[in-house]
């Protein structure tokens, strides 16, 4: 099943260009907080049920110390990045605030480099610019 990372990715950002669209109409008129707050919620309780669902549950007490610190770290990560982002789609419009937030793949990419050691290669570094300009051209 070499594919499914592949499907899976795809399906991803289908459903965060539907997140985009979705938060920016139900964002009308609502505390930018008070809307990551639900979709916060919503998150928290797919993923639980996704949890039990598979019976990944029993998983919990396998996980080590440097694996909580982690994920709670990225947990961090995410709640301020939906705070931000919610703020910046309340005030802008959908189609600056989101390439802007899609930079995010520029800057992992290069925090990839610097933390994990994963290699550039010409070809990433190509699309590296090629993202950033086109990032640069929709804002303007």
Known sequence: MKIMWLIFAILSSVFAALTSILAKIGIDGVNSNLATAIRTAVVLAMSWLMV?????????????KRSWIFLILSGLATGASWLCYYKALQIGEASKVVPIDKMS??????LAFVFLHEQFTARTLAGMALLTAGTILMIK
């Open 52 to 64: 039990f669902v598979t019976s990944a549950q029993s998983g919990i007490s396998e996980i080590n």
């Open 105 to 110: 793949v520029v800057l992992t990419l290069i």
